[in-house]
Nanobody, 115 residues
Framework: QVQLVESGGGLVQAGGSLRLSCAAT????????MGWYRQAPGKQRELVAR???????DYADSVKGRFNISREKAKNTAYLQMNSLKPEDTAVYYC?????????RGQGTQVTVSS
């Protein structure tokens, strides 16, 4: 498995931007997909974006056109660039990585968007 450490969360005003980072250590060669999920208070965890080894991306409808996921394999790091942030984007954001046999998740980073 891998260990994932997120960073880059914080407090931002609506319309602002943040960039989240997720650094992976361990058996990173076996990662197939890396992604970002989020969970707001009282809501279920939801997929925000994910990226495959060959660069295919997938986004939640609510963030399309505003968020961009990327991955720097040489640094075993995934990024989530979040632009035009809205108060409804407020949540704990978790990095996810999975291989053919396991799934790993980070401890999360808080993103708060004020109106």
């Amino acid at each position: 498995q891998v260990q994932l450490v997120e960073s880059g969360g914080g407090l931002v005003q609506a319309g602002g931007s943040l960039r989240l980072s997720c650094a992976a250590t361990g058996t990173t060669f076996s990662i197939n997909v890396m992604g970002w999920y989020r969970q707001a208070p009282g809501k279920q965890r939801e997929l925000v974006a994910r990226i495959t080894n060959d660069g295919r991306t997938d986004y939640a409808d609510s963030v399309k056109g505003r968020f961009n996921i990327s991955r720097e394999k040489a640094k075993n790091t995934a990024y989530l660039q979040m632009n035009s942030l809205k108060p409804e984007d407020t949540a704990v954001y978790y990095c996810n990585a999975n291989s053919a046999t396991w799934v790993s998740r980070g401890q999360g980073t808080q993103v708060t968007v004020s109106s």
